[in-house]
């Protein structure tokens, strides 16, 4: 059974940064597509940053430049740093695995307040 | 980018109803699109892949159709546990774009 299991989210003040971590199990994160996708409290669905098979990344214009994706083969885990951080950024990080995004994590929650 | 279309954003319907739902693309995408469902505090099933297929384990009551920018999941008969919100996902192209979801109510 495939597992993916997502650590790293908690309080942050604007402006601060904080790094999330995906570590599949039953996945390998080297040739497979790994995105996030976030919820914004009470909002729909947003994608917000892809790694694919040849491990280039893409963003969503709103992370562009604050967030980066990257990926440890030797740990199967993918990371996204996320720097100067926004209220709008507040959401449920979802990671999720497979080119149409077959399996998701429980999600974890990031909070952007003073 | 491409934008997904998703109509309606919310709708009500009885018990034994069919339902449909529309996502269009703002270009092609051939059968690049998966339909997801989401109860509240939940995390996001998917219910249809390629745009027809269904996920392993998901009602026969769902189904999903189309090719190109125009497709639709139907739900052929509305069930009390259906009572979601369901989300559509072009993923022919990064960006990949989610639909503005539609809230399914159980009247």
């Known amino acids: 059974e495939v597992q993916m299991v997502e650590s790293g989210g908690g309080l942050v003040q604007p402006g601060g940064s904080l790094r999330l971590s995906c570590a599949p199990s039953g996945f390998t994160v080297n040739n497979n597509y790994m995105t996030w996708v976030r919820q914004a409290p009470g909002k729909g669905l947003e994608w917000v940053s892809v790694?694919?098979?040849?491990?280039?990344?893409f963003y969503a214009d709103s992370v562009k430049g604050r967030f980066t994706f990257s990926r440890d083969t030797s740990k199967n885990t993918v990371y996204v740093q996320m720097n100067s951080l926004r209220a709008e950024d507040t959401a449920v990080y979802y990671c999720?695995?497979?080119?149409?995004?077959?399996?998701w994590g429980q999600g974890t929650l990031v909070t952007v307040s003073s | 980018d491409i934008q997904m279309t998703q109509s309606p954003s919310a709708m009500s319907a009885s018990v034994g109803d069919r339902v449909t739902i529309t996502c269009r693309a703002s270009q092609g995408i051939r059968n690049s699109l998966a339909w997801f469902q989401q109860k509240p505090g939940k995390v996001p099933k998917r219910l249809i892949y390629a745009a027809s297929s269904l996920q392993s384990g998901v009602p026969s009551r769902f189904s999903g159709s189309g090719s190109g920018t125009e497709f639709t999941l139907t739900i052929s008969s509305l069930q009390p546990e259906d009572s979601a919100t369901y989300y559509c996902l072009q993923h022919n192209n990064d960006p990949l774009t989610f639909g503005g979801g539609t809230k399914v109510e159980i009247k």
């Open positions: 999720a695995g497979g080119s149409d995004l077959d399996y």
């Open positions: 790694i694919n098979r040849g491990g280039s990344t």
